[in-house]
């Protein structure tokens, strides 16, 4: 417990002296909630908290600012949701009062703008109906949009076993998702990932802690991952299962697919071997793949990843991006802009 604190305490300060110097010399502060670990490519760690209410939000240089449960439900469960809008989160957001969430974007209208996380958690996220595809807190995620600094703690997609096409940040990403994880529970049939069920994206710096079940294609972190999707410095550490031995099923990966003439790529990143026994990191010979099965002992150790160790080329940098405490992520490595609760 004194190192949780000392760590807490280390990270606070630091946020302060760079909250206090920004703001002394340039007039503009963090918004309240936001981390200062956030890189540049954040919104959040750039932008002031708008009026929710401002008919001129929702734009690039002026995004829509959630701070609460409420307004997250205002904003994007309603029948007027802008799915080329920019959302960024200045809270945690605790969604157990909630339990009928729809997944934002599908198939015929995906979500094309931007979801920033800012460094913060949603939590307890629940399903209006799991009777339907491509199930997640976003639906499908276009081309083109950008999916960052966010956490799904503690999640719960199950109850379904005849629907494809699930994760618990998105059923289907051909966008960008980084510096993101999730953690909980998902359940289906085909594509069923922790993270995404199928990626014709860019996944990097992210990862799953979650328990999936499925029938066909069923991997840790994605589902299927073929044509385009990219999967780099990203892991997925908890219990795989199908109920079709044989049919796809991967630590990490469940199915990896060349598709409309395009290789997809799993590379600098790894899976603990010793919670799925015998099962490969990623299935299927398709595409580039580069990853490492780890013990928990090795998976849970800051020295396997730094100079010297057996990871040192796969790009986990503990100095910036990374970090690693056994009291908290069950030991895993998480990400310092992105801290689990």
Same mark, same amino acid.
């Not at 096409?165 to 998702?177: C, D, P, V």
């Given at each position: 417990?004194?190192?949780?604190?000392?760590? /807490?305490?280390?990270?606070?300060?630091?946020?302060?002296? *760079?909250? /206090?110097? /920004?703001?002394?010399?340039?007039?503009?502060?963090?918004? %309240?909630?936001?981390?200062?670990?956030?890189?540049?490519?954040? /919104?959040?760690?750039?932008?002031?908290?708008?009026?929710?209410?401002?008919?001129?939000?929702?734009?690039?240089?002026?995004?829509?600012? &959630?701070?609460?449960?409420?307004?997250?439900?205002?904003?994007?469960?309603?029948?007027?949701?802008?799915?080329? %809008?920019?959302? &960024?989160?200045?809270?945690?957001?605790?969604?157990?009062?909630?339990?009928?969430?729809?997944?934002?974007?599908?198939?015929?209208?995906?979500?094309?703008?931007?979801?920033?996380?800012?460094?913060?958690?949603?939590?307890?996220? $629940?399903?209006?109906?799991?009777?339907?595809?491509?199930?997640?807190?976003?639906?499908?995620?276009?081309?083109?949009?950008?999916?960052?600094? =966010?956490? +799904?703690?503690?999640?719960?997609?199950?109850?379904?076993?005849?629907?494809?096409?699930?994760?618990?940040?998105?059923?289907?990403?051909?966008?960008?998702?980084?510096?993101?994880?999730?953690? @909980?529970? *998902?359940?289906?049939?085909?594509?069923?990932?922790?993270?995404?069920?199928?990626?014709?994206?860019?996944?990097?710096?992210?990862?799953?802690? *979650?328990? =999936?079940?499925?029938?066909?294609?069923?991997?840790?972190?994605?589902?299927?991952?073929?044509?385009?999707?990219?999967?780099? *410095?990203?892991?997925?550490?908890?219990?795989?299962?199908? !109920?079709?031995?044989?049919?796809?099923?991967?630590?990490?990966?469940?199915?990896?697919?060349?598709?409309?003439?395009?290789?997809? $790529?799993?590379?600098?990143?790894?899976? #603990?071997? $010793? +919670?799925?026994?015998?099962?490969?990191?990623?299935?299927?010979? #398709?595409?580039? =793949?580069?990853?490492?099965?780890?013990?928990?002992?090795?998976?849970?150790?800051?020295?396997?990843? +730094?100079?010297? @160790?057996?990871? $040192?080329?796969?790009?986990?940098?503990?100095?910036?991006? !990374?970090?690693?405490?056994?009291? !908290?992520?069950?030991?895993?490595?998480?990400?310092?802009? =992105?801290?689990?609760?």
């Amino acid at each position: 417990m004194a190192a949780v604190f000392v760590r /807490v305490f280390q990270r606070f300060f630091f946020s302060l002296l *760079v909250v /206090v110097f /920004v703001g002394t010399f340039t007039g503009c502060y963090l918004p %309240a909630g936001s981390s200062a670990l956030l890189g540049e490519e954040s /919104v959040a760690s750039r932008s002031e908290a708008d009026d929710p209410d401002d008919p001129d939000s929702g734009t690039e240089d002026n995004p829509h600012v &959630v701070g609460s449960a409420e307004q997250l439900v205002e904003l994007l469960q309603s029948d007027d949701l802008s799915l080329d %809008a920019h959302y &960024v989160l200045n809270a945690d957001i605790d969604l157990s009062d909630h339990d009928d969430w729809k997944p934002i974007g599908s198939a015929a209208e995906p979500f094309t703008g931007s979801f920033d996380g800012g460094g913060h958690v949603i939590h307890d996220l $629940e399903f209006e109906s799991t009777d339907h595809d491509e199930m997640g807190f976003f639906g499908v995620v276009a081309a083109g949009a950008l999916i960052q600094y =966010v956490g +799904i703690e503690d999640a719960d997609l199950e109850d379904n076993t005849h629907r494809n096409h699930r994760g618990l940040l998105a059923g289907i990403n051909y966008g960008t998702i980084r510096y993101s994880f999730a953690t @909980g529970s *998902v359940e289906g049939n085909y594509a069923i990932g922790g993270l995404v069920g199928i990626n014709e994206g860019t996944i990097e710096k992210s990862y799953a802690l *979650v328990e =999936v079940y499925g029938n066909s294609a069923v991997g840790g972190l994605v589902g299927v991952n073929r044509g385009s999707g990219r999967i780099t *410095v990203s892991y997925a550490a908890e219990e795989v299962e199908t !109920w079709n031995e044989g049919e796809n099923e991967g630590a990490l990966v469940g199915s990896n697919e060349w598709h409309h003439g395009e290789q997809p $790529e799993v590379t600098k990143s790894f899976f #603990d071997q $010793e +919670i799925n026994p015998g099962m490969v990191g990623v299935r299927g010979d #398709d595409g580039n =793949v580069e990853v490492t099965g780890l013990t928990t002992d090795e998976a849970t150790s800051p020295e396997i990843f +730094i100079e010297g @160790g057996l990871l $040192e080329d796969y790009g986990f940098d503990f100095e910036n991006t !990374w970090d690693i405490d056994s009291n !908290w992520n069950e030991g895993y490595p998480f990400l310092r802009a =992105v801290p689990p609760e």
